[in-house]
């Protein structure tokens, strides 16, 4: 398909008239000054597809914008994977040899970043402790876009000295705040672009074109999951919740993930999937198929009958909002940020994660209630558009740094 580079006008008659207006004059008072974002990765995961869109739009509006990414080594990125799972809740431990290559990594990309930003933006905790090594004046804000309800109490005790560092603190939920912490913490939920390659209409022979050149079949009704693969997706439960949808319903189960470049993690969970879920595979009724094609992603979430998400803890989880924008009902866990999104019984169906008998009688309850299923997606993507769109986003920034 072609690709040309966006524009801010381009979301006329897609977002309300009204935000693109108030962007607009808001960030007349701002152009010329400039904002770094920093993150760990450029591709594979929510971050990095924010980043994509956002970077670009700013620039677009006259804000001087740049997108740095943080330079690390295999070892470095297994103890921030330990660091992310540690900080959404998982009992882990870190030895003086982890922290002493978390902090190096940090103090040596920091002698090279030149963040002389007027306003800089950290992402997560692969990147937070540059704010001790960088001198600066400036404003900076770290960006926190995992679920910190219940911090592994190592972890968060080596990650809060740097955290207070900071100006401001931003979370994706009201339910991430942290109590008496010494700075102030804004709520910024992230977005999606309704123009990417991921979530762009699609035309019909585009659609079927990927299906071919991907052998995806479309015989059956198809249960989606899209995510890493990642212990907090919850896999093994998508495959029991399938197994107990089959009982009633003869559907496919395909899982869509991809690999981002700062999760060692996934390839080991993908090992292990491929043997539980050996006898679906081979006979056909599991497919695990790789998206680092954002089209191929969004060609799933149209034709798929229903999306899951039975993540066990989720920071915000964008494929959510992604499902919704293309109309397709969606079942998710009832946690983190996902109840966020989603308003249970009108724009998709919120549970429990273990119960898996409760996912299972809502996807029977959409694959066999077309009219139900049609109009649960109508009312989601309605709820997007005034809500998750990457205009709202930018308008949440611009506010942001005319705060600070």
């Known amino acids: 398909m072609m690709k040309r580079i966006k524009h801010f006008e381009d ?14 004059e808001k960030a007349k008072t701002i152009q010329g ?18 980043l994509d869109s956002f970077v670009l739009l700013m620039n677009d509006l006259g804000i001087r914008t740049d997108w740095r990414v943080l330079h690390g080594i295999p070892d470095f990125f297994e103890v921030t994977k330990k660091f ?12 003086e ?43 900076w804000v770290w960006r926190c876009h995992i679920d910190i309800t219940k911090p592994n109490p190592q972890a968060w005790a080596f990650m809060e000295p740097y955290i207070i560092e900071y100006e401001r603190m931003i979370v994706s939920s009201e339910i991430y705040t942290v109590p008496d912490l010494e700075i102030q913490q804004d709520i910024i939920s992230p977005s999606i672009d309704p123009l990417s ?37 919850d896999p093994e439960g998508v495959l029991k919740v399938f197994e107990r949808v089959k009982e009633q319903i003869d559907c496919r189960l395909i899982f869509v993930y991809n690999m981002a470049s700062d999760d060692p993690e996934g390839v080991k969970i993908l090992a292990k999937m491929t043997e539980v879920a050996k006898e679906f595979l081979d006979r056909g ?22 999306v899951i998400q039975k993540s066990t803890r989720e920071g915000f989880g964008l494929v959510i909002t992604e499902a919704m924008w293309k109309g397709t009902p969606v ?74």
């Open 97 to 139: 040899e982890e922290l002493d290559l978390y902090k190096f990594i940090n103090k040596k990309f920091a002698r090279f970043a030149f963040l002389d930003h007027d306003y800089v933006i950290i992402h997560d905790p692969q990147p937070c402790a540059l704010v001790r090594h960088i001198p600066h004046t400036s404003p």
């Open 84 to 95: 992310h799972n540690a900080l959404q809740g998982q009992e882990l431990t870190f030895s």
């Open 11 to 24: 979301y006329r008659g897609i977002a309300d008239d009204a935000v693109l207006d108030e962007i607009q």
């Open 285 to 306: 009724e599991v497919l695990f198929v790789r998206g680092d094609d954002p089209i191929l992603v969004n060609v799933m979430q149209r034709i798929s009958d229903v």
């Open 197 to 233: 390659p991921k979530n762009m209409d699609l035309p019909d022979p585009v659609i079927e074109d990927y299906l071919t050149k991907y052998q995806i079949p479309t015989d059956k009704p198809i249960i989606t999951q899209v995510s890493r693969f990642d212990p907090w997706k």
């Open 331 to 404: 079942v998710a866990s009832n946690v983190g940020g996902i109840p966020t999104q989603m308003v249970d019984g009108v724009t998709g169906y919120l549970l429990e994660p273990q119960d898996y008998d409760g996912f299972a009688e809502k996807i029977i309850a959409l694959l066999e209630d077309e009219n139900l299923a049609q109009e649960l997606g109508r009312q989601a993507k309605e709820h997007v558009r005034g809500n998750f769109l990457i205009t709202g986003h930018l308008l949440d920034y611009i506010d942001l740094i005319l705060s600070l």
């Open 33 to 50: 000054a400039t904002v770094a974002h920093v993150n760990a990765t450029c591709y594979g995961g929510g971050v990095a597809e924010i």
